[in-house]
């Protein structure tokens, strides 16, 4: 149900849970009798007590989102037409469970699904597409590239050759896969960064010992790491986000001439990196168990060059892989010969070679048997909920009812302005994608920046920051380093504070900019 083990037993499925086997429990041992024969004077029934008031706690947490969704709608009915208030309201009961987790993450990610059916609030192949988008093709087609690492063993040689470069400090690390997860997103898709790395990491850490990474506090600042710096980098580049694209698409409407790329660059990089700075900080003042992982460099390079020469198998492996990320990146040569021919199903192609090439020993690369226990199916539906859950509250109008109540508060310009700008868009990021938020936020501004007579241009390039600036929910890139093990309250939790950091210093830098840098103002 997410991360991929390579410690698993071969044909023993891995669905729904977060990559350890768990047997079923079976009657064991009394805990009231074993308390007792330790300590006489125990009252009997305490740990019976305790099972039950863990019980209570899991029931509560359990119905903490079915109540919360019946109790918003009906305090949103009225403020919000019926639909919108359902749809909203689904929202709340998904970030609950996704906080309390009294059922599985994948779990969650069917309740659009559910709420729909019951509701009717918009046409249900709306939101079953979702479910196998071609982002949900994208991952799949990754996965079975992913999966040859570990029946040929090119993810210990991977992850030893990455601790030789990057060194074991977690200082380093941290630094390494947040730098490279953001230069690398302002070329590539968000999604395809964050598929190309949270398996060379997550094969790391468990070679270091990390077999759980769902549990693993080690594990976290490195995931988030991959997760965030997919996100932010977005805004480096035109064509870092379909977002930006939507931003491009009205400032050229609003200008009247073409909006060049050199002229995104130039505005936005300052603002990335001192937004990249500040999230750098907060990665590596995580708690984190260890300072370093363990070995050392040399250790680590003798055991490189123990490996050998590279097999077929593990170099059929990497230069499949590797075609498929410059192919992605290289998309715009031959898009006008294959104009279907998009990342997601370049991933696939190569992905279902895997079944048909063989390794050095004439072996298949990967069979369906291994594949089928072992894809990360829940990934997949984690991700596919969030586009669900956006088109719920588009389509409903949830988001335009929602937009009214904030144009309707007279706020004054610059500073305010902005601050909503900022908040807005990423409040529909962390409830939609990157690219909704914008197809919504950018209008709303637009349309508020008008009615003061204001100059919309410096408000948009702040509502599109803050767009790609969203950390907290498990929605779009930030659901796939969950779907490889990370804790998704540990993302809930840092990704909060984080988040409200973030749209702070954008508001901040964005209205400093607006009035000491006219460049900033003007296309």
């Not at 600036?469 to 990370?486: D, K, M, N, V």
């Amino acid at each position: 149900g997410g991360a991929i083990n390579p410690h698993a037993r071969k044909g023993v499925s891995t669905f729904g849970n977060t990559g350890k086997h768990r047997p079923s429990p079976g009657p064991g041992p009394d805990p009231d009798r074993a308390e007792r024969r330790l300590n006489p004077q125990a009252p009997k029934g305490r740990v019976n007590v305790h099972k039950r008031g863990v019980f209570m706690k899991q029931n509560l947490a359990l119905l903490s989102g079915p109540i919360v969704f019946g109790a918003a709608a009906f305090l949103l009915t009225g403020t919000f037409q019926q639909s919108s208030a359902l749809a909203l309201s689904c929202a709340l009961w998904m970030a609950l469970w996704w906080i309390f987790r009294p059922v599985s993450i994948y779990v969650t990610a069917f309740i659009p699904i559910i709420v729909n059916s019951f509701f009717n609030l918009i046409p249900m192949n709306h939101v079953i597409s979702q479910y196998f988008s071609e982002i949900a093709v994208l991952l799949l087609g990754s996965d079975l590239i992913c999966l040859t690492w570990t029946t040929t063993g090119l993810d210990k040689r991977i992850s030893v050759r990455a601790l030789c470069s990057i060194g074991t400090s977690m200082k380093s690390q941290i630094f390494v896969w947040f730098l490279a997860s953001t230069a690398l997103s302002v070329f590539l898709p968000n999604v395809v960064v964050a598929a190309i790395f949270c398996p060379i990491a997550v094969a790391m850490l468990h070679f270091t010992g990390e077999k759980d990474i769902s549990t693993s506090q080690t594990a976290i600042p490195i995931l988030l790491a991959i997760g965030w710096g997919s996100g932010i980098g977005g805004f480096g580049s035109p064509i870092g986000s379909s977002a930006n694209l939507v931003a491009v698409s009205y400032l050229e409407k609003l200008t009247g001439h073409e909006f060049m790329y050199f002229d995104w660059v130039i505005r936005f990089l300052p603002v990335l990196i001192l937004i990249f700075l500040m999230n750098l900080l907060f990665l590596l003042f995580l708690p984190c168990p260890v300072k370093s992982l363990p070995g050392t460099k040399g250790y680590f390079r003798s055991m490189y060059k123990s490996f050998g020469p590279m097999k077929r198998g593990e170099r059929t492996g990497l230069i499949l892989f590797t075609a498929a990320t410059l192919l992605s990146f290289l998309r715009p040569l031959f898009a006008p010969y294959l104009p279907a021919m998009k990342p997601a199903y370049v991933f696939l192609f190569l992905g279902m070679l895997m079944f048909f090439l063989k390794d050095e020993k004439g072996n298949p690369m990967l069979t369906w048997k291994y594949a089928e226990s072992h894809a990360m199916w829940g990934m997949i539906a984690l991700f596919a909920s969030g586009l669900a859950l956006g088109k719920l509250v588009i389509e409903t109008g949830a988001i335009k009812e929602l937009s009214l109540l904030i144009a309707a508060l007279h706020l004054s310009p610059g500073l305010p302005v902005m601050a909503m700008a900022c908040l807005f868009a990423c409040f529909m990021s962390e409830i939609s994608s990157n690219t909704a938020s914008a197809s919504i936020s950018i209008p709303v501004v637009i349309g508020i920046t008008s009615s003061l007579s204001l100059n919309p241009i410096p408000y948009i390039l702040g509502t599109i920051a803050a767009a790609n600036c969203a950390y907290i929910l498990p929605i779009s890139t930030r659901a796939i380093p969950i779907g490889y093990g990370l804790s998704a309250s540990a993302q809930i939790r840092y990704g909060t504070v984080l988040s409200l950091l973030t749209v702070i210093l954008i508001t901040l830098l964005c209205t400093a900019f607006m009035a000491f840098v006219p460049l900033f103002s003007e296309l």
